[in-house]
């Protein structure tokens, strides 16, 4: 596995060695060790979701805040997205920034988003799964989000705005100046 942080310093792309043949491929998606080691962090992950979604479908700027905080890492099963997360952390010197990275089953690359950042992505396929680990549990009290078309933010989203599907939930979320972090 290849490790390539981000220009947001604690964000990591993962690679995995694939091994392919006639009768297909494999590879290691995770091991803890491994994971600790490359990244020089210990990171422990406790909980894992997964969610499908159709082409359009972006699900976003999501993060927990306070003792609540989450650090993911984040792969697709099946389809193409693009993921983008957000430095929150207030005293780092890319906070307000984001990187933005296709994720695939094709290229089984991961983004390891740490705690402190809001995370979404896009599904750019007709349909997704999306995979990911949690270093906390989820807590609705600690939940905050960011509307995903900030202006601030300037995130393309490689998709039409007119054409993005988004959860009501999502679309009362505030703007990134007005968000509690």
């Known amino acids: 596995m290849t490790v390539k942080e981000t220009k947001l310093e604690g964000c990591f792309i993962l690679e995995p060695r694939i091994f392919e043949d006639e009768r297909g491929y494999f590879f290691e998606s995770f091991n803890q060790n491994r994971f600790n080691q490359l990244i020089n962090q210990d990171v422990s992950f406790v909980q894992d979701n997964q969610s499908f979604s159709s082409k359009g479908v972006i699900r976003a700027l ?13 792969r697709v099963l099946q389809g193409k997205v693009l993921d983008v997360a957000v430095d929150l952390r207030k005293d780092s010197i890319t906070f307000g920034e984001h990187v933005a990275v296709e994720l695939s089953s094709e290229n089984k690359k991961q983004l390891f988003v740490p705690r402190g950042f809001a995370h979404g992505f896009i599904v750019l396929s007709e349909t997704t799964i999306f995979f990911y680990k949690c270093d906390n549990f989820y807590n609705k009290e600690s939940e905050g989000g960011i509307i995903y078309n900030d202006r601030e933010l300037d995130i393309d989203w490689q998709f039409d705005e007119k054409d993005m599907i988004v959860s009501e939930k999502d679309t009362l979320l505030p703007n990134f100046r007005n968000a509690k972090l």
Do not use: D, N, R, S
């Open 62 to 74: 999501h993060y927990q805040t306070g003792e609540h905080a989450q650090a993911k890492l984040v």
